[in-house]
């Protein structure tokens, strides 16, 4: 069924491009807030009230959507922002945001939103066609270090570059982005310099998501500095203590390695959330979170280990639900790093890593062997292409075909205190591949580091050789996978392959369907011969709630609004 709503919402797209028809489409008190235990419920105006504790596996990198691409951030933003489209809950269908409805013009280069009435900031502030455009503005403004990829990663991967994009930065130098114009108080025209198939969508990113402009020059938003390891930091204040948008909820207060409070937003101008306070709180390790869960000290957590699953089942006061799989995990493998430039070698890297043990062992039952930098229900996903058996024997023939002296030493860097929904413990899948790596040939030499910011920032910098990596997709289209990934040069990956570059961006701005899924199915046919890495799993994540609490509804993308989350006695 998930297939059938992805074909019908690029078929809707392309019908909109090609008729232009409308579519709807701080920490005083923290300290307190973080010790909150069980759920309590006080009633309260709007809902039912009380609080509840959600754990995560890290602490957000900062709440200002332009400039994270994290799951852990992306969470607690999508409370407190909206964007100017939205998705359906539980799904990745188009819905309306911030904006009622829009339209495309015929030639795909103009989008028309036409606002909703009577939002205003938490600041007070009120929203309207300038509040979005400021923020536009913005974005495509970004100079200095706010250019560097581990900045404003998503504004590079779905717009490309800036208005005055510096040639050292590693950003795209051309931008999709050309303009935004307030028409009226209700209004906003975007306009792009050339048509892209996939913008629509991209914008339901929280990533977009629209921040008071009075916030956001009076604290800072726009300081930040890249430090020794080439690690973006914000430095304003904005994004750690005073982060405010339109959302449901209101940021309170923010101690890192503690918790983070939000409240309800009673001036809200949709449906009032229905709880009185949502506390995130950093619990690193697994076995942690679930015996957090059991006293309960939270509510409710994300990335469940896999074999975890049937001692919550088995609980009768918690709970499982599960996320609809649209997630590849895989091992990156940068080409600027010699040997690794050379396609016996990364075929090597392929064939040495026994794929199907690593699912078996490690997902108990909740993953799949990928094939491909994508999942198979995304349209444009090829049956055909060239798939790596497991064969440590044909692994060594490769590195000696390749001409290099073995054993070969790789670094191969692996996150720490984080689980993710393509590898829950990231430890455990590393070494499983160190050790298939160094048995067929290779010599690894580990290199860890905390997922935020410093793996995060070492990776998208190019400073790891092998890593270990994945993706859950943001919406239903496969631009948002092979397109992020290889649609340009990055320093993550160190290569130039103007083929795929090429085809990737024909396959984006095309409007008709068929055509479309053809030139995406071609293009997944020349990424796994050229092999920039090695996809290796698709998961169906797990969350484990305490039982009496309803109204969650997980998303495919993980990004769920806890405003429909209600705490029962």
């Excluded at 570059?161 to 950003?171: I, L, R, V």
């Excluded at 499983?432 to 290779?442: P, Q, R, S, V």
Aim: net charge negative.
């Amino acid at each position: 069924m998930r297939g059938k709503s992805f074909r019908l919402l690029l078929l809707l797209a392309a019908m909109l491009l090609a008729l232009g028809l409308a579519g709807c489409g701080g920490d005083d008190d923290d300290g307190d807030a973080g010790d909150t235990g069980a759920a309590e419920t006080d009633g309260g105006e709007g809902g039912e009230g009380g609080t509840l504790v959600f754990a995560g596996a890290a602490d957000p990198v900062v709440l200002d959507g332009a400039l994270v691409s994290d799951g852990e951030s992306l969470r607690v933003i999508d409370q407190i922002y909206e964007s100017l489209v939205s998705l359906e809950p539980g799904t990745t269908e188009l819905a309306p945001g911030l904006a009622q409805s829009w339209e495309l013009s015929e030639d795909g280069l103009e989008y028309t939103f036409e606002l909703q009435e009577g939002v205003t900031f938490h600041d007070g502030e009120p929203f309207n066609a300038e509040a979005v455009c400021f923020n536009f503005d913005r974005w495509y403004n970004f100079t200095g270090s706010f250019q560097n990829p581990s900045a404003s990663y998503y504004w590079q991967t779905v717009f490309g570059g800036f208005a005055e994009t510096d040639p050292e930065s590693g950003a795209p130098e051309e931008s999709f982005f050309e303009s935004c114009e307030a028409v009226d108080e209700g209004t906003v025209v975007i306009r792009l310099t050339k048509p892209s198939s996939a913008i629509l969508g991209a914008l339901s990113l929280s990533n977009f998501s629209i921040a008071s402009p009075a916030a956001l020059e009076e604290f800072g938003a726009d300081e930040g500095e890249v430090d020794a390891e080439g690690i973006f930091h914000p430095t304003g204040t904005f994004g750690t203590e005073h982060p405010i948008g339109t959302g449901p909820f209101k940021f309170v207060s923010w101690t890192r390695g503690e918790s983070l409070a939000l409240e309800r937003n009673e001036d809200y101008w949709g449906e009032p959330a229905s709880i009185d306070e949502l506390i995130f709180r950093p619990i690193p390790d697994n076995a942690a979170r679930l015996q957090a869960l059991q006293s309960g000290e939270i509510q409710g957590y994300d990335l469940v280990e896999p074999q975890d699953i049937s001692t919550i089942e088995g609980d009768e006061s918690l709970q499982v639900l599960d996320r609809p799989p649209f997630n590849v995990g895989y091992i990156g493998i940068n080409q600027a790093h010699p040997p690794l430039d050379q396609p016996e070698v990364r075929q090597a890297i392929a064939a040495a890593v026994n794929r199907q043990e690593l699912v078996d062992t490690f997902y108990a039952g909740r993953g799949e062997v990928a094939h491909a930098f994508m999942p198979p229900d995304v349209i444009g996903y090829a049956d055909d292409v060239t798939q790596y058996e497991y064969d440590p024997e044909a692994a060594q023939q490769l590195l000696q075909d390749a001409g290099v002296q073995t054993p070969v030493e790789i670094t191969f860097c692996y996150p720490t205190d984080v689980s993710r929904p393509y590898m829950p413990d990231p430890q455990r899948n590393f070494e499983a591949i160190a050790a298939d790596l160094n048995e067929a040939g290779f010599r690894i030499e580990p290199r860890s580091a905390p997922w935020s910011p410093d793996y995060l920032g070492l990776v998208d910098e190019g400073r790891c050789p092998l890593y270990l990596l994945g993706w859950t997709g943001d919406f239903g289209d496969p631009d948002n996978f092979v397109g992020t990934f290889f649609q340009n040069a990055q320093p993550a990956w160190g290569f130039e392959n103007q083929e795929i570059f090429d085809i990737l961006d024909e396959a984006e701005a095309e409007t008709d369907l068929d055509a479309r899924e053809g030139l995406y199915q071609d293009a997944n046919r020349l990424i796994m011969d050229f092999l920039p890495g090695v996809p290796y799993v698709h998961t169906s994540p797990a969350l484990a709630f305490a039982a009496n609490i309803q109204g969650y509804v997980p998303s495919p993308v993980s990004l769920e609004s806890f405003a429909s989350v209600t705490i029962e006695e």
